[in-house]
């Protein structure tokens, strides 16, 4: 097995790992979780992309606030996306009581379920393009 093959099962195992644990979490956040109302109050600038013809473009994170046993709670959504979401704009939120800051996310498919999804997704490629030219076992 090559250096390159084995990077790739390392890496694609971990964000395999990474997406089942996160879809689980996310999971648990929508059944056993609270709802709350949220407010978007700012919006981060996540990190640019690139597109194919090398034109740039800024990612937005929104920044949003709830009240969690009468605190204040912001946290910022996990998933950037090109158009910024309006400050003021009201959003449906799921947390889990238990850590609302670090388990609050603007409760849409795209943002509960996005980056688990894409982790499982990009951690299923490598680890099939991993074993894909390693040997059979025992040969």
């Known amino acids: 097995m090559s250096t390159v093959q084995t990077l790739l099962l390392v890496v694609g195992g971990l964000a395999f790992a990474g997406g089942v644990v996160a879809g689980v979490?996310?999971?648990?956040?929508m059944l056993a979780g609270r709802a709350a109302e949220g407010v978007v109050v700012d919006?981060?600038?996540?990190?640019?992309?690139?597109s194919r013809d090398g034109k740039r473009a800024a990612?937005?994170?929104p920044v949003v606030e709830f009240r969690h046993d009468g605190r204040a709670i912001r946290f910022k959504s996990s998933l950037g996306t090109k158009e910024?979401?309006?400050?003021?704009k009201?959003?449906?939120?799921?947390?889990?009581?238990?850590?609302?800051?670090?388990?609050a996310e603007i409760a849409t498919p795209g943002r509960m379920f996005g980056l688990?999804?894409?982790a499982l997704l990009?951690?299923?490629v490598m680890l099939a393009?991993?074993?894909w030219g390693a040997p059979a076992p025992g040969l």
């Open 25 to 29: 979490q996310r999971l648990r956040t």
């Open 43 to 50: 919006k981060a600038r996540g990190s640019d992309i690139v």
């Open 59 to 61: 990612m937005f994170e």
């Open 84 to 88: 910024a979401l309006p400050v003021g």
């Open 90 to 103: 009201r959003v449906p939120v799921r947390y889990l009581p238990s850590d609302p800051q670090g388990t």
């Open 116 to 118: 688990p999804l894409v």
């Open 122 to 124: 990009a951690g299923a």
């Open 129 to 131: 393009v991993g074993l």
